[in-house]
């Protein structure tokens, strides 16, 4: 009498697990367009508007987001994107961070650069950067 053949080891749930990404820019024709490329690779939006509206989402319900895709200038002169990233950092909201701005000045992009990754609006290569970051996400386990 033989064995059956054995089954495939099934993959770690955590494989299975949707991904989470918030995207905080005050330009809406910007935001729309995050939110369809975050679409097409499949991974789920949470889309705000400015840092106070970014908060409350975080909050309510309470979520932690595999990526934070932020401007810097967020048209709040409290709190910039760069602020906005070191919180979500620091409380644990987000695992990466990835800022998407056309902010020119030097130490703006140096605080952004230690919190995470940089890639400019405009610049030739941004949507693909950003389709290669948002990729490497889908195939990260958690």
Do not use: T
Not at 38 to 56: F, K, M, S, T
Not at 96 to 117: D, P
Not at 118 to 137: N, T
């Amino acid at each position: 009498m033989s064995c059956p053949p054995k089954s495939p080891p099934l993959p770690p749930i955590a494989s299975k697990l949707p991904k989470w990404v918030l995207i905080v820019d005050d330009d809406p024709i910007v935001r729309r367009a995050l939110e369809r490329l975050c679409r097409v690779v499949g991974v789920r939006v949470v889309v705000a508007v400015n840092p106070a509206d970014a908060i409350h989402r975080v909050r309510h319900p309470k979520r932690v987001f595999d990526l934070a895709i932020l401007d810097i200038e967020l048209g709040d002169p409290r709190r910039n994107g760069v602020d906005l990233g070191a919180w979500l950092r620091s409380r644990g909201h987000v695992r990466r961070v990835v800022f998407f701005s056309a902010q020119g000045e030097v130490n703006v992009y140096l605080q952004a650069v230690r919190l995470g990754e940089y890639v400019p609006k405009g610049d030739p290569d941004d949507i693909p950067r950003l389709m290669a970051i948002l990729k490497e996400l889908q195939e990260e386990r958690r």
